[in-house]
């Protein structure tokens, strides 16, 4: 398989079709591997943008999703992320470095750039998981640039705009439309539930939870919906 990606990236590079990257703000083949970089420009010069693009979303996934070393000792040192606390697992979410995120998500964009799913979940953990909302902001940046009439960009640097100045409600505003979308990822519908509860909108919140619990593919988050489903409500003051 190796040896049939190779022949197909040779004959692209010398067909003049390649890997046509735009303006990046990272140098891409200095952060992945090569070897990705080679199967995708074979799978473009085939033709299968989609596959390559689908491929890239598996891999990305499967980045983030694996446990950086050092737990969440580790995580805890990011500055401004939420500590874990192992007795309300519900209002934590992870955190670590992953310095692939940012530049694999651009490659699925260079592959499929209407692939909006993809930037919006790296730039949603980049800004409110990872504390990198610069590098949120760019990759975003990247994606209007080759999808600009896709209106969810938008909200998110409205909405990583008000994290920044420490505002939640303003990110609630700005998130809720975007969790109506039926490719909305799972960890920004998290995100909206713990802000929902710190800004004492419970009930809002337990929908919410509801249907991350009922809907979502992610054993983990499904877990912390639970969790935050099984918590009792607050006594009412008297």
């Known amino acids: 398989m190796r040896a049939l990606l190779a022949a197909c990236a040779a004959c692209a590079l010398l067909n003049g079709v390649g890997l046509r990257l735009g303006p990046a703000p990272w140098p891409l083949r200095q952060s992945l591997g090569p070897d990705s970089a080679l199967e995708t420009a074979a799978l473009l010069s085939l033709g299968m943008r989609r596959l390559a693009a689908d491929l890239g979303l598996v891999r990305m996934l499967i980045y983030y999703g694996t446990p950086e070393s050092g737990g969440h000792e580790a995580h805890e040192e990011h500055e401004g992320h939420d500590p874990f606390d192992p007795a309300h697992p519900e209002l934590s979410w992870g955190g670590g470095s992953y310095p692939e995120l940012g ?102 919140a337990r929908n919410l939870y509801r249907e991350i619990r009922d809907t979502s593919k992610d054993a983990g988050y499904r877990r912390m919906a639970e969790a935050a489903l099984a918590r009792p409500e607050p006594a009412a003051p008297r």
């Open 103 to 204: 530049p694999r998500a651009l490659r699925i964009l260079d592959a499929d750039p209407s692939f909006s799913y993809a930037a919006l979940l790296a730039a949603g953990a980049l800004a409110f998981n990872l504390n990198r909302p610069e590098e949120a902001l760019r990759l975003l940046d990247y994606a209007r640039s080759r999808d600009p009439r896709n209106s969810e960009y938008q909200a998110y640097v409205a909405a990583i705009g008000f994290h920044r100045r420490g505002d939640p409600q303003g990110v609630i505003s700005r998130l809720e439309p975007v969790l109506r979308a039926p490719d909305c990822p799972v960890m920004v519908k998290h995100l909206v539930a713990v802000l929902y509860v710190r800004a004492g909108q419970r009930g809002k």
